[in-house]
């Protein structure tokens, strides 16, 4: 069965360094997703990304966050300057595109980031 | 108005019992309501799905009970096994308006004893 697949599954980062996490999606998707969800608490929404743009995003999505998709397989999401609370897991999903029912959103194993 | 509140927390359940999960929510723009779940290390998987339209959907051992009116939905586990254990969590979504923004509940870690 095909998988949403993110890499690394677990980045350490020095406080104020930029980090990048990594994620291919389902190849016949066409909207993605970033969550997190900080240890102990519920997955967050962050931003969903279709067709080249962003479509919606949460407010912990601010401008230090960025999604992009650099060619047809990968989507990654950038923390520019990184804040200790942004130590979390972070999971990128991705779903078919909607056709009258709604599509289930597949998601990966996660990228812990731990910032120090 | 977004939240989806779930309990219990925690959950322990004998072999062979059944393990009930409830969720409430608010926003009743809410119209797509999936369970999904999590094993250590992993992460969340979609284990069934409900639409207001229908008041219960049965896949094997796993049910949803959805009370529109309560603005409550449930999920319930028959025969729970210990390969059951792990992290539950309902979420919402309205797919009205072009949002594919899940919202999640706080999760219920489950045990089952064998």
Redesign the interface.
């Known amino acids: 069965e095909p998988e ?1 697949t993110q890499t690394p599954s677990h980045q350490v980062t020095q406080m104020g360094q930029e980090v990048i996490l990594r994620c291919v999606p389902i190849s016949n998707h066409l ?1 993605f ?1 970033w ?1 997190r969800q900080i240890l102990g ?5 962050l931003v ?1 990304f ?1 067709n080249n743009e962003i ?2 995003k ?1 407010e912990i999505f601010d401008d230090q966050f960025s999604v992009e998709r650099p060619d047809g397989s990968n989507f990654t999401l950038k923390i520019r300057s990184t804040k200790l609370e942004d130590s979390a897991m972070y ?1 990128c ?1 991705s ?1 078919r595109m ?1 056709q009258g029912a ?1 599509q ?7 990228t812990r980031l731990s910032i120090l | 108005q977004q939240q989806v509140k779930q309990s219990p927390q925690s959950l322990i359940v004998q072999k062979g019992g059944i393990s009930i999960i409830n969720c409430a929510y608010e926003n009743t723009a809410f119209d797509y309501f999936p369970w999904y779940q999590q094993f250590p290390g992993k992460g969340p998987a979609l284990l069934i799905a409900i639409r207001p339209d229908v008041s219960e959907k049965k896949e094997g051992r796993f049910t949803i009970s959805f009370n529109k009116s309560a603005k409550q939905f449930s999920l319930h586990i028959m025969d729970s096994q210990p390969g059951d254990s792990a992290t539950y969590f309902c979420a919402a979504k309205k797919t009205q308006g072009g949002s594919e923004k899940l919202v999640f509940g706080k999760g219920t870690k489950l045990t089952v004893n064998p």
């Not at chain 1, 608490?41 to 929404?45: H, R, Y």
């Open positions: 949403v909207y997703y969550y608490q519920k997955v967050e929404f969903s279709y479509s919606e949460s999971f999903a779903s909607r709604v289930p959103q597949h998601f990966g194993d996660g």
